[in-house]
Nanobody
């Protein structure tokens, strides 16, 4: 069955950087577009970034992270990444990966990102 495992979160100061990873299994990874989502305390889960299937040439980002976050994928490792730079306190959330724009896979446990001085 589909299994998504997010990692790489932590506590970082404003302006800092983190690189998140999401290891996937249970499906033909290269055939699926993937996205990152996040959920801040007391808020609904929101979409953050998208990467197309196969070579991942098509990418899209939420306006709130555009220019600061970069999503990539390694099909050989069945893993997607989210490089987060210039982090802000409002980026504090649990981050998840899922399929494309419809998030049809079971959610993983997520990885906590806390941006605070």
């Amino acid at each position: 069955q589909v299994h998504l495992v997010e990692s790489g979160g932590g506590l970082v100061q404003p302006g800092g950087s983190l690189r998140l990873s999401c290891a996937a299994s249970g499906f033909t990874f290269s055939r699926y577009a993937m996205s990152w989502y996040r959920q801040a305390p007391g808020k609904e889960r929101e979409w953050v970034a998208y990467i197309s299937s196969s070579t991942g040439l098509s990418k899209d980002y939420a306006d709130s992270v555009k220019g600061r976050f970069t999503m990539s994928r390694d099909n050989g490792k069945n893993t997607v990444y989210l490089q987060m730079n210039s982090l802000k306190p409002e980026d504090t959330a649990v981050y998840y990966c899922n399929q494309g724009r419809t998030a049809t896979f079971p959610w993983g446990q997520g990885t906590q990102v806390t941006v605070s001085s």
